[in-house]
């Protein structure tokens, strides 16, 4: 038997869901009293269902709190009467709901009262036409979408909740569709479509190189080499350096830090991109070295120095430097020829800016700005400081003289030479220069050295007492070779003399009326700065 009176399912229809039993007591009274009030619009919102076991949501869109009037078992009034008639002409298992969009379907008709059945404990007859009051616990165990209802099938719920599920899933889904179109338009522009044409290619090596190759070398002595700012009242300029120890001691050029005179400020950025102020602790025209230094810089790197007398025409030297101020720069080339003795500088008109180097040529690419860089040798060794080229549009062979790029004839002072000069300008400031005693006559055009016949400056041709007069030298005599080497002009006999150390002796041949003779002298010194 149903519960609270209601007749049997008809055959083919499945029986309402049980309500829960009352505990403790006679069955809750659902139905309207005798003395209710006649069928009549309710004052608050429809308390059809929106669902299984939830109400309805007002116009607002908030679920509507129920009110006192409904909170017991046995409410009556109002808002306890049956539910209004359904609109004419609309389908007779829904009733629309203000707001809402659309129908929402009413009671079942199995599972209401029949007309003048008799609400269980016998208070009173449900009114006619079966609309009286559905009991509240069956609304709330029924589910109306688990059988079908009379006239057709039934509508799945269309509440906010369900358009925010639907909502939810459309977003979901273009997240997912636009994570997978950009995944494939990636993968497309990376490696290309199915059909496009893939064209060959070595696999990557492991970086490794040989220590003695170009790029092995060029990655030993990077780290010891720096790049040069000078900036002064009157000019800047751009040059290379390198590390010569810990303490921060950097040796390159005199030309390149010249243009800072006195208040100039110079700056040294290595080649991990640091960069530090730098003061000049000694400079030498003569020689064209001079040596920086930086403070509180760690991790300094100095290159290992090699021997430029063991050097031989044809060893593979790279050279490191700036060219216009593009740092980090490598070429490489060969040791063209040695003892090439040249001349820079004399831009001041008296002489004393000009360098004398009895130096290695190279034809490994040198420019503006690779001045004071390390030419080095197959196992990263500084064997040369590069200081000149010569300039195929002036003939210059100063690397200032010219900015016409590097024609493959490149100038560096021997690094046993320029260990020594900037071994002095560390330790004192100043660097000496091995001298002879003698005036040579500058503008002699015959074969070799010839000494001035007359004074100058009131200077005598000849110190004396000096390491020429020593020696038996005589104003007049032509000098021709030092040491077996053949001397063809007085720069050139410089250029011997300074590529010693005071106190070596030397055999010079000369020419004295007509006749050769030998004579061994023993350098004198002069100090300069």
């Keep these: 038997m149903p519960p609270y009176g209601a007749p049997a399912p008809a055959a083919g229809y499945p029986s309402p869901p049980q309500a829960p039993s009352h505990t403790g007591g006679e069955p809750p009274h659902l139905t309207a009293p005798a003395e209710a009030a006649p069928p009549g619009p309710a004052p608050g919102p429809s308390a059809e269902p929106d669902g299984p076991g939830r109400p309805l949501l007002a116009k607002s869109g908030a679920p509507q709190a129920p009110g006192p009037q409904a909170s017991g078992p046995q409410a009556s009034g109002p808002q306890a009467s049956a539910p209004q008639p359904a609109p004419e002409g609309a389908d007779p298992g829904f009733v629309p709901v203000p707001g809402d969009g659309g129908p929402r379907p009413t009671a079942p008709p199995h599972a209401t009262t029949p007309p003048h059945a008799a609400a269980p404990g016998g208070h009173g007859p449900v009114p006619p036409g079966g609309h009286g009051p ?8 029924y589910d109306p979408w688990s059988a079908p209802l009379q006239g057709g099938p039934a509508a799945p719920p269309r509440g906010p909740r369900n358009r925010r599920g639907l909502a939810a899933g ?7 569709a636009g994570g997978v179109g950009g995944g494939v338009g990636a993968y497309v522009e990376r490696y290309g479509g199915i059909n496009d044409i893939k064209l060959p290619q070595a696999a990557d090596d492991a970086g490794g190189r040989r220590p003695d190759s170009v790029a092995g070398i060029a990655q030993a002595a990077l780290p010891g080499v720096v790049t040069i700012h000078v900036r002064g009242n009157a000019e800047q300029g751009t040059g290379t350096g390198f590390v010569l120890d810990r303490q921060g001691h950097i040796l390159t050029n005199n030309h390149v830090v010249e243009p800072a005179g006195t208040g100039g400020e110079i700056s040294v950025t290595f080649s991990g991109g640091q960069t530090a102020k730098a003061k000049v602790v000694g400079q030498d025209g003569g020689y064209d070295l001079a040596v920086v230094q930086v403070e509180g810089v760690t ?5 290992p120095l090699g021997n430029s007398d063991s050097v031989r025409v044809g060893d593979p030297v790279v050279a490191i430097g700036a060219p216009f101020d593009l740092a980090n720069t490598v070429t490489s080339g060969i040791i063209s020829a040695k003892q090439r003795p040249i001349t820079a500088g004399g831009e001041k008109g008296d002489g004393s800016d000009v360098s004398y180097v009895d130096a290695l040529q190279t034809d490994a690419p040198i420019n503006p700005g690779n001045s004071g860089g390390p030419l080095v040798d197959a196992r990263a060794r500084v064997i040369g400081i590069n200081s000149a080229i010569r300039a195929a549009d002036t003939g210059n062979g100063s690397e200032g003289g010219g900015q016409g790029g590097s024609i493959g004839l490149g100038f560096a002072i021997p690094i046993n030479q320029a260990k020594r000069v900037a071994e002095e300008l560390i330790n004192t400031g100043r660097a000496t220069h091995p001298v002879i005693g003698v005036t040579l006559e500058m503008e002699y055009a015959g074969d070799g050295a010839r000494v001035s016949e007359h004074s100058k400056d009131g200077k005598q041709p000849v110190t004396p007492g000096g390491p020429g007069a020593k020696a038996g030298i005589r104003a007049g005599d032509v000098i021709t070779e030092v040491d077996g080497a053949a001397v063809h002009s007085g720069e050139e006999l410089i250029v011997k003399i300074r590529s010693h150390r005071p106190g070596d002796t030397l055999l010079l041949t000369l020419q004295r009326g007509g006749k050769q003779q ?9 100090t300069t700065g």
């Design 170 to 176: 459309a977003v979901a889904l273009a997240l997912l």
């Design 134 to 141: 559905v009991p509240h616990g069956a609304w709330q165990q």
């Design 299 to 303: 991790g300094l790197r100095p290159l």
């Design 518 to 526: 030998s004579v061994r002298l023993r350098l004198g010194s002069s």
